[in-house]
């Protein structure tokens, strides 16, 4: 067994790890354990004696410090589930060696093409190994480029003892994907007093604002009866829920937006003649856009369901995460000194904002301050996905000088 990231990502990526977002269990599918299991065993074998899988999925262990400074306690993070959008079955991953440029046609479904006119990033990609999948499945560097960096930089921490450092802690977490990677974190057993996400994209970049995030449901009861006799008397609910579908502006939806725009997006419709649900997703950056667009949301409801006396309906709204931000500026050391790990590790440090939501949103409002920084991958939960091997070693040598750079300003 070899341990380099790049090595440490090819055997990560052929375990299916997807997530399920109708499963009712945490972890949502066991097969994320399996991944779990494998990350212990090779924790174990580097040395850190307390690495372990609990029972919700969770993996722990701890870096032990090697300085007598009073470091701050700092946790690395990813999770280990792929996306539910696109199989993750079977992944065959693909070397492109020395990339030369070009558009790149995967073997296993032709039809599917990573082109360079789609994905600008290719443009600096240039001499390096790019990994793809064969078209056929999502290669999941979302986010176990993650996964292999951390434990690569692990490994580096535990080999050079020159390398000064406080303790590290590493969490690998199972449902990411579909929003419950931090429902069941044990934080006083984890122990840290800030963590990192490793799950972002481009090199050199780390975020520190993410979206701010609820979930809207629309219940509507309509009146039900015979076709036959429905004349001024049927209110169909499945109607009156496509009726608040067509009426969402086209100017705020996923497709139409970008930078720091927010949207309303819905998710789901689900129901019967006699009763529907509609499922909404709500974003924006700041609290104020996120209020704003849910009261224009239950005004477009109350304004479609006046045409439908006979009908009623329920309005709920529940939070989902807030952006990081918020926290985050209360400790502008987190985001410091990553910025200057980046610098170190030979690149130009950009700062960003997240248009989704990461571990890291939850565990900020937990009481983990959390920012995120890349990994590596493009193109995440499609079979365009793909990342390379330069870039992964980028991300590793930025985790080892960040925790340097800790304990040299400790």
């Not at 789609?118 to 056929?136: M, W």
């Not at 309509?222 to 429905?230: R, Y």
Request: proline share 5%; charged share 25%.
């Amino acid at each position: 067994m070899t341990d380099t990231v790049t090595d440490r990502f090819l055997r990560y990526v052929v375990i299916d790890t997807q997530s399920d977002a109708s499963s009712t269990t945490q972890p949502t599918t066991e097969k994320q354990k399996t991944l779990g299991r494998l990350l212990v065993s090779e924790l174990l074998a580097m040395g850190l004696k307390d690495a372990h899988l609990d029972e919700h999925g969770y993996v722990y262990a701890t870096v032990p410090a090697n300085t007598d400074k009073d470091v701050p306690v700092i946790c690395f993070c990813s999770h280990m589930d792929t996306a539910p959008d696109f199989t993750g079955t079977d992944v065959k991953p693909q070397m492109v060696r020395n990339y030369q440029g070009g558009d790149i046609t995967l073997p296993g479904d032709p039809s599917r093409v990573i082109r360079v006119a789609e994905h600008k990033a290719l443009a600096d990609q240039i001499g390096n190994d790019l990994i793809t999948t064969d078209g056929r499945t999502l290669l999941g560097a979302d986010d176990k480029a993650g996964l292999a960096e951390i434990m690569t930089a692990a490994e580096t921490l535990i080999d050079n003892p020159d390398i000064r450092h406080g303790t590290i802690k590493l969490l690998f977490t199972p449902d990411e994907e579909v929003g419950r990677g931090a429902d069941k974190v044990d934080l006083t057993k984890l122990g840290a007093a800030f963590a990192y996400t490793v799950d972002g994209e481009t090199a050199g970049h780390i975020e520190d604002e993410t979206f701010s995030a609820d979930g809207v449901e629309i219940t509507i009861s309509g009146v039900a009866i015979h076709p036959g006799f429905a004349r001024g008397r049927m209110e169909n609910a499945i109607k009156i829920a496509g009726a608040i579908i067509a009426g969402l502006p086209r100017d705020q939806a996923p497709e139409t937006t970008s930078g720091r725009d927010g949207f309303v997006h819905p998710v789901g419709i689900a129901g019967s003649m006699e009763k529907a649900t509609v499922s909404l997703i709500v974003r924006d950056f700041d609290d104020e856009g996120l209020a704003t667009k849910e009261a224009m949301l239950k005004t477009l409801t109350e304004t479609v369901m006046a045409d439908y006396p006979g009908s009623t309906h329920t309005f709920t709204v529940k939070q989902q995460y807030r952006n990081m931000k918020q926290v985050l500026d209360r400790h502008p050391e987190i985001m410091e000194n990553a910025v200057e790990a980046i610098r170190r590790a030979g690149m130009e440090p950009v700062r960003g904002s997240i248009r989704g939501g990461t571990d890291g949103s939850r565990l900020s409002f937990m009481g983990l301050p959390c920012p995120n920084i890349f990994a590596g991958g493009h193109a995440f939960h499609s079979p365009l996905e793909w990342v390379s091997r330069q870039d992964m070693e980028k991300a590793v040598k930025t985790l080892v000088e960040l925790a340097r750079v800790w304990e040299e300003r400790a």
